[in-house]
Each structure stands twice: as structure tokens, then as C-alpha cells.
């Protein structure tokens, strides 16, 4: 069973600053796909970024990378210039083609002024 | 492109009586997953539908859960009878088989009083 790892329930950040969330996972297949999802208080899961195992190309979006370190089966979000419609829960999420989503315990980040 | 639809967005029924959840998909999408996402905790997939099918739903409690997806399409989730555990939101996503084409709705709260 592929798993997810979420070890920091709450993080803070100030506005305009950087910060990186983590996730590890544990898998034994080689191809398979990895998420960060948004979940505001709104409950709509939104996709922030995503990542294909077999490429080494670190994926960007805007603000949003993420650090894919494959031989270490980690995965981690970094927000650049943190806004206050950052603050919301992360999740990490794992899936093999053809499966569900297989998500860690998520995140609370905290934006402050 | 239109979004996942959930209905209700909110329900508080008591413990022993029996509810259920429509979930209509994004058009042509041909998987459907029904996820149950309990306060603090990351979602956890309940049944996963390939067109009218069934995928998977080793997680599905099936002495008091059942779904369907009639015709392919919309989708009905039913607890009977509920328990105080049953408190969560349910997710309903759909995707188009490929790896980026997840997308949520805005979930249905549901309280056990």
C-alpha cells in the first residue's frame, strides 16, 4: 500500500515571505504521479501544482514549486511570496494511472499580515 | 467546462436514520470517486466507478454505505442507518482518466447528531 507522510500539521508564515511544506510517501512501483491540493474553509479541493515521477524537471506554477527528490521518495511544496489567499490546508497526494488519490493528513498554513 | 455538483451542500440528520449524497460529474469524465474527509484528516477514498462500473471500494463500510452511478453519469452515495462516525464531508471528484483531469466538487457536510 502506497502511503503518505505529512509531518508538519500547522505551519505560519508572514506576507511576501517563502515557505516550504513537506511530504514524504512510500511506494514500490516506479511511475506514478504526485499532487499538492488547496483546500480552502470553501471545502473545494483545488490543484496547486503536480509532478510526474519519471521526470526529473522540478514542476513550477507561478508562486508554487515543488522539490521532487525521487531516490528519497520526497516531495515538497515551496510557496514563494506568501499571500493571505494562501492560508488554507495542503495535501499531498499519490497515484498510480488508473487509481484514486492517495492523500497525506494535510497541512494548515497560516499567512499573517 | 462546467464543475463537479454536489448536493446537498449541508445535512445534520440524527444518529439511525438514513441519508444520501447526488454527485453530478463533469461531462465525458468517465471516472467518479466518492471520498470520505473526516475533520482534521485528509480525504479517504470510499468507491472508485470506471463509467457504471466498479473499481474499487475496498474502503467502502458496505453493511451501511451503498453507490451507484446510473447509465455512467450522476452518482447517489447512501448511509443507512448513520452513526455519530458518520460526521465528515464527502467528496465527490471526477477525472477523464489522465493524470491532471482531477477535479472536486464542493463536498456535502455531513453532521450525526
Known amino acids: 500500500a502506497q502511503t503518505v507522510t505529512q509531518s508538519q500539521p500547522e505551519m505560519s508564515v508572514q506576507e511576501a515571505e517563502t515557505v516550504t511544506l513537506s511530504c514524504t510517501y512510500d511506494?514500490?512501483?516506479?511511475?506514478?504521479?504526485l499532487f499538492w491540493y488547496k483546500q480552502p474553509p470553501s471545502r473545494q479541493m483545488i490543484l496547486v501544482i503536480r509532478?510526474?515521477?519519471?521526470?526529473?524537471q522540478n514542476a513550477t506554477e507561478n508562486r508554487f514549486s515543488v522539490n521532487f527528490q525521487k531516490a528519497a521518495k520526497s516531495f515538497s511544496l515551496k510557496i514563494s511570496d506568501s499571500q493571505l489567499g494562501d492560508t488554507a490546508m495542503y495535501f499531498c497526494a499519490f497515484t498510480l494511472s488508473g487509481y484514486a488519490l492517495n492523500f497525506g493528513k494535510g497541512t494548515s498554513l497560516l499567512v499573517t499580515p | 467546462e462546467a464543475g463537479v455538483a454536489q448536493s446537498p451542500r449541508y445535512k445534520i440528520i440524527e444518529k439511525r436514520q438514513s441519508v444520501a449524497f447526488w454527485c453530478n460529474p463533469i461531462?465525458?469524465?468517465?471516472?467518479l470517486y466518492w471520498y470520505q474527509q473526516i475533520l482534521g484528516q485528509g480525504p479517504k477514498l470510499l468507491i472508485q466507478?470506471?463509467?457504471?462500473?466498479?473499481?474499487?471500494d475496498s474502503q467502502l463500510p458496505k453493511d451501511r454505505f451503498s453507490a451507484e452511478r446510473l447509465k455512467g453519469v450522476d452518482s447517489t452515495l447512501k448511509i443507512q442507518p448513520a452513526k455519530l462516525e458518520d460526521s465528515a464531508v464527502y467528496l465527490c471528484a471526477s477525472s477523464s482518466g489522465q493524470f491532471y483531469g482531477y477535479t472536486f466538487g464542493s463536498g456535502t457536510r455531513l453532521t450525526v447528531v
Open positions: 509532478q510526474e515521477a519519471y521526470k526529473q
Open positions: 461531462s465525458g469524465h468517465a471516472t
Open positions: 511506494t514500490s512501483e516506479n511511475n506514478y504521479y
Open positions: 466507478f470506471q463509467n457504471n462500473g466498479v473499481v474499487d
